[in-house]
């Protein structure tokens, strides 16, 4: 404990007397100042008990005591050291008054007790505290590197939250809770998952204080506590992980040394599963290249148990890229992405392939699961703030998702992915689903301007006949086509003898330079006249 104006009271060496305010000599000290300024408040920081002799001060005066004592308890004094014997005899009336008026511990000091052994005992006092906390921090440092080294993450939030005499929460990457002490606290650190977000947005290291999580629930009153802090962990610029501590009142200085070591020891542990992380990337590359290789067998051999069932069940290919790479270097679309695939699958115990391939992400996740199912509300979210104008540069994400397969069609499932990755590159969306373009149809495509300027090339000649007025080859090649060939029909529709049709095909042919009797060439023409055709 700091010292106390009771302490010194207790103090048999400093024989001190209380005049006033006895009931306040529970309050800490934080020094002791001898002044004998008339107002010595601009020189005072709080939290001093400061000791005159009423040098300059008429001690004797009720109003002027009065405006002296309010001013000192304005500046946060705790208490006023008066020695007797020097200017006054006694402690004069007028500030005694005033003292117990204002709330203000008020010590006689003997003339044979000099200031400066005040000054003595409340420095040893304080440097006694500073070195029990030092002390005790060592401990708690030792305690909290045993715990980590045995019980992991967990027993580290344990013992942390027994030296705080509060609670501890470890979050992910994407904000998720992973663990917390005691395990009533997991409700009460939920609630901080939208602080934990703010706080990854600053640059790190950061931290915060934020205030209480509510009232008691199911007879928490005794651990419900009313401050927090948040602490990222990681040595990169992006936080990987984060920190929780509750206490029903700020930290004291034993209690920081504990959670400065208990984010040291979390930061060390992250770092180290980020090592490891690269190390199942390098793997998870190589069973990926297997896999589209044709080489089931081979990849399970390699991935052994590291991805559960996930290389036997129905899975999805996603591949993800950044459309405008490199033009803002701060930005980490595909680290974000990636976050939030891997956060998913841990939530949900499933187990995810993420594969970095330069500027592109390839995941394989389980069909149906979690990680998928996180994709398509991230990238759903991302559609919407781009919808709204609200989208940043460093969050452009381009994604293709292939449909269900299994091990043996993974290179095929790659294809889809890609397909379905090119289409939305082409559309300006975020994401698009390899089943949605295969269900609806083709003449949405044509759109593309590249289709469009293929068509009016190839069309053009047809185009420049009928302008001058020498018939409309355009028109009864599209009757023709629509009608697959059938000449009375086809003629029916024009309004002319099947003969002057016949006489228009032939025209078509040698104007283009194509036989009508190819399947491909009819093909290209239909598609060409969709695609040029007036909306």
Not at 141 to 155: F, H, I, N, V, Y
Not at 404 to 409: C, D, F, L, Q, T
């Amino acid at each position: 404990m700091p010292p106390t104006l009771a302490s010194l009271v207790h103090h048999s060496a400093l024989k001190l007397t209380v005049r006033a305010g006895e009931d306040r000599l529970d309050v800490p000290v934080r020094w002791a100042h001898v002044s004998e300024l008339a107002d010595p408040v601009p020189y005072m920081e709080g939290g001093e008990l400061l000791l005159i002799t009423a040098l300059k001060l008429d001690a004797e005066d009720p109003e002027a005591m009065r405006r002296y004592v309010k001013r000192l308890v304005g500046a946060g004094v705790v208490g006023l050291g008066f020695a007797v014997g020097v200017n006054y005899d006694d402690v004069p009336k007028a500030l005694v008054d005033a003292a117990e008026q204002e709330g203000l511990p008020l010590l006689e000091v003997p003339r044979r007790t000099p200031f400066l052994a005040i000054s003595k005992a409340v420095s040893a006092a304080i440097a006694a505290e500073q070195y029990r906390a030092v002390t005790a921090g060592f401990a708690a440092q030792r305690e909290l590197t045993k715990q980590a080294l045995s019980d992991g993450p967990e027993g580290l939030l344990a013992s942390l939250a027994s030296q705080v005499d509060g609670w501890a929460a470890l979050y992910d990457a994407s904000g998720a809770v992973v663990a917390t002490a005691p395990e009533w606290a997991g409700r009460r650190a939920a609630r901080l998952t939208a602080d934990v977000e703010r706080l990854r947005e600053r640059p790190a290291p950061a931290s915060a204080v934020v205030g209480g999580a509510g009232p008691a629930e199911n007879g928490e009153a005794a651990e419900n506590a009313d401050r927090i802090e948040l602490h990222t962990l990681g040595t990169g610029r992006r936080p990987r992980a984060a920190l929780a501590v509750g206490t029903a009142a700020a930290l004291g200085t034993a209690e920081r040394y504990a959670v400065h070591s208990a984010i040291a020891l979390l930061t060390l542990t992250t770092e180290r599963s980020r090592s490891l992380h690269a190390a199942e990337q390098r793997i998870g590359t190589a069973v990926l290249r297997m896999l589209l290789a044709g080489e089931p067998d081979h990849a399970r051999a390699v991935a052994g148990d590291l991805y559960g069932e996930l290389l036997d069940a129905p899975f999805r290919v996603i591949v993800a890229e950044r459309p405008s790479a490199g033009t803002e270097p701060d930005g980490d679309p595909l680290g974000g992405l990636t976050e939030v695939v891997e956060s998913a699958a841990a939530r949900s115990g499933e187990a995810v392939l993420v594969v970095p391939e330069g500027e592109r992400l390839v995941v394989l996740a389980a069909d149906g699961g979690a990680a998928v199912a996180a994709v398509t509300r991230y990238t759903a979210a991302l559609e919407g703030a781009r919808a709204n104008g609200e989208g940043r540069e460093d969050e452009e994400l381009v994604v293709g998702l292939s449909a269900p397969a299994g091990p043996i069609a993974a290179a095929a499932a790659y294809r889809q992915a890609e397909q379905a990755l090119s289409v939305a590159r082409r559309r300006g969306r975020v994401f698009v689903e390899h089943e949605q373009v295969a269900a609806g149809s083709v003449l949405p495509l044509l759109a593309d301007d590249a289709v469009k300027a293929f068509a009016d090339g190839l069309l053009r000649a047809l185009h420049e006949h009928d302008a001058t007025g020498r018939g409309d080859l355009v028109a009864s090649l599209r009757a023709w086509l629509s009608r697959h060939g059938q000449w009375d029909a086809a003629a029916a529709d024009l309004g002319v003898h099947r003969h002057t049709l016949r006489y228009r095909m032939r025209r078509v042919e040698e104007i283009l330079g194509r036989s009508l009797d190819d399947p491909d060439v009819r093909m290209e023409l239909w598609l060409a006249l969709k695609a040029t055709a007036p909306e």
